[in-house]
């Protein structure tokens, strides 16, 4: 065994300038945990003149990538480059020449982790991505490690803090959407084009990664329904609050019969939830097992040092292994053939806000149309809007989402409803 462990690092940005800062502040506890040294050898940046937060020896920078992928002293390869197609490449030439990957890159993971995966079992080397979910929460691991015993059954949770902070600023302090994004831009929550996350796609690509750890099946992006929160009226929230509802955007996983769901969406839940106290920037993911029961873990979901911090517990994994002589050997394949399930046989209880006539038999009219499929209501809030309309918010009992898209089709035939403003799903208790 080496007296040190070599790292090439692809990107200099903010996660890897957090791991150099790990590297180099805690060598003393990396050496004590592994019995050897751990340093980076070599750093592929795009700009060797740019500015950096951290101060590099400039000798280990680097433009061209052969400097790191050939690289034959380095054992293991950080990518926090971000992209696709170009990280897809170098982490394949780097499994190719045996070289152990650690990748905090969840577009790639959810793109083309199997591929990634079985090159990295053909040629014997660790491929982890802990850093992929949730920051610096300890998640990916636990799941395919701590609960590989039991057998999973949902996963739900807030897994991005830029639309979370949006949705908490919404509820705490009445803010529009647009004002809450502003704020979450300045403070650097949110990106110029927040189009990622605002519209749940970041959120879906990490559901990918967990539906995929917890039910052994291939979930791909497509298989994943999702809308985000650019539409969401600060009236819905208001009245959330009536209900004792928190709005939050919630990646769901969930498995029936061996048949899944997998969305993300913006839904109410009960603020008894343990979900619903999660606030600001933070991620939070809840679990529930045959066996276990439910659990959920909590923390920071990005940032420099809490994301380098997961970088960082694969890379010790990793070297573990090698001192085990048991690289390469972790990966579970794919183990149910997938069966998304069909609308029939998804169940949920449901919020509904309509603009309706403001008439005599209104709502009745209303409640005779859910009668006859089936849908009762748990709770109803009438409020007048102006002369000749009023507002009704519902939450349904549960029903089949089916039944509730058949309900929200004849509702726009219904001659005392002027429109049907908004629908969202909701959680209850945990």
């Given at each position: 065994?080496?007296?040190?462990?070599?790292?090439?690092?692809?990107?200099?940005?903010?996660?890897?300038?957090?791991?150099?800062?790990?590297?180099?502040?805690?060598q003393?506890d990396?050496?004590?945990?592994?019995?050897?040294?751990?340093?980076v050898?070599?750093?592929?940046?795009?700009?060797?003149?740019?500015?950096?937060?951290?101060?590099?020896?400039?000798t280990?920078?680097?433009?061209?990538?052969?400097?790191?992928?050939?690289?034959?002293?380095?054992?293991?390869?950080?990518?926090?480059?971000?992209?696709?197609?170009?990280?897809?490449?170098?982490?394949?030439?780097?499994?190719?020449?045996?070289?152990?990957?650690?990748?905090?890159?969840?577009?790639?993971?959810?793109?083309?982790?199997?591929?990634?995966?079985?090159?990295?079992?053909e040629?014997?080397?660790?491929?982890?991505?802990?850093?992929?979910?949730?920051?610096?929460?300890?998640?990916?691991?636990?799941?395919?490690?701590?609960?590989?015993?039991?057998?999973?059954?949902q996963?739900?949770?807030?897994?991005?803090?830029?639309?979370?902070?949006?949705?908490?600023?919404?509820?705490?302090?009445?803010?529009?959407?647009?004002?809450?994004?502003?704020?979450?831009?300045?403070?650097?929550f949110?990106?110029?084009?927040?189009?990622?996350d605002?519209?749940?796609?970041?959120?879906?690509?990490?559901m990918?990664?967990?539906?995929?750890?917890?039910?052994?099946?291939?979930?791909?992006?497509?298989?994943?329904?999702?809308?985000?929160?650019?539409?969401?009226?600060?009236?819905?929230?208001?009245?959330?609050?009536?209900?004792?509802?928190?709005?939050?955007?919630?990646?769901?996983?969930?498995?029936?019969d061996?048949?899944?769901?997998?969305?993300?969406?913006?839904?109410?839940?009960?603020?008894?939830?343990?979900?619903?106290?999660?606030?600001?920037?933070?991620n939070?993911?809840?679990?529930?097992?045959?066996?276990?029961?439910?659990?959920?873990?909590?923390?920071?979901?990005?940032?420099?040092?809490?994301?380098?911090?997961?970088?960082?517990?694969?890379?010790?994994?990793?070297?573990?292994?090698?001192?085990?002589?048991?690289?390469?050997?972790?990966?579970?394949?794919?183990?149910?053939?997938?069966?998304?399930?069909?609308?029939e046989?998804?169940?949920?209880?449901?919020?509904?806000?309509?603009?309706?006539?403001?008439?005599?038999?209104?709502?009745?009219?209303?409640s005779?149309?859910?009668?006859?499929?089936?849908?009762?209501?748990?709770?109803?809030l009438?409020?007048?809007?102006?002369?000749?309309?009023?507002?009704?918010?519902?939450?349904?009992?549960?029903?089949?989402?089916?039944?509730?898209?058949?309900?929200?089709?004849?509702?726009?035939?219904?001659?005392?409803?002027?429109?049907?403003?908004?629908?969202?799903?909701?959680?209850?208790?945990?």
């Amino acid at each position: 065994m080496k007296k040190e462990i070599s790292i090439g690092l692809l990107g200099l940005g903010v996660v890897g300038s957090g791991v150099i800062k790990i590297v180099e502040d805690h060598q003393e506890d990396l050496q004590h945990q592994l019995g050897c040294g751990v340093k980076v050898e070599k750093v592929l940046v795009r700009d060797m003149e740019k500015a950096r937060k951290i101060a590099v020896d400039e000798t280990l920078l680097t433009t061209n990538s052969a400097d790191v992928l050939d690289n034959p002293n380095i054992d293991v390869i950080i990518e926090v480059m971000g992209g696709v197609d170009t990280a897809r490449e170098y982490i394949l030439t780097a499994l190719k020449a045996k070289k152990h990957v650690v990748t905090a890159n969840k577009d790639l993971i959810a793109l083309h982790g199997p591929e990634l995966e079985e090159t990295a079992r053909e040629n014997g080397c660790d491929l982890f991505y802990e850093a992929s979910v949730g920051g610096g929460i300890p998640l990916l691991r636990p799941l395919s490690d701590g609960l590989v015993s039991d057998r999973i059954n949902q996963v739900m949770g807030i897994i991005n803090g830029t639309t979370n902070y949006i949705l908490t600023k919404m509820d705490k302090e009445g803010q529009s959407y647009e004002d809450a994004l502003q704020k979450a831009q300045e403070l650097g929550f949110a990106e110029s084009d927040p189009t990622a996350d605002v519209e749940g796609l970041d959120a879906a690509r990490k559901m990918v990664i967990l539906a995929r750890l917890s039910f052994f099946t291939d979930v791909e992006l497509d298989d994943v329904e999702v809308s985000g929160i650019s539409t969401l009226a600060l009236e819905d929230i208001e009245y959330g609050n009536k209900l004792n509802l928190t709005m939050k955007l919630i990646g769901f996983a969930n498995r029936h019969d061996n048949k899944i769901e997998v969305s993300v969406q913006p839904t109410f839940l009960s603020k008894d939830h343990p979900l619903a106290s999660v606030n600001d920037e933070f991620n939070a993911v809840y679990v529930s097992g045959e066996q276990v029961g439910e659990t959920m873990f909590y923390g920071p979901g990005a940032g420099s040092l809490p994301t380098a911090t997961a970088v960082m517990s694969d890379v010790v994994a990793t070297i573990k292994n090698m001192l085990l002589g048991v690289n390469g050997k972790k990966f579970v394949k794919t183990r149910f053939e997938k069966q998304l399930a069909p609308a029939e046989e998804r169940f949920g209880q449901f919020y509904l806000r309509l603009r309706v006539k403001d008439e005599t038999g209104a709502f009745a009219s209303i409640s005779d149309l859910f009668n006859k499929l089936g849908i009762s209501f748990e709770r109803i809030l009438q409020t007048p809007v102006d002369k000749g309309a009023a507002e009704i918010v519902v939450v349904t009992h549960k029903t089949s989402l089916a039944n509730f898209q058949n309900a929200m089709e004849q509702l726009k035939d219904l001659h005392v409803i002027e429109t049907v403003e908004s629908s969202y799903r909701v959680e209850g208790d945990a």
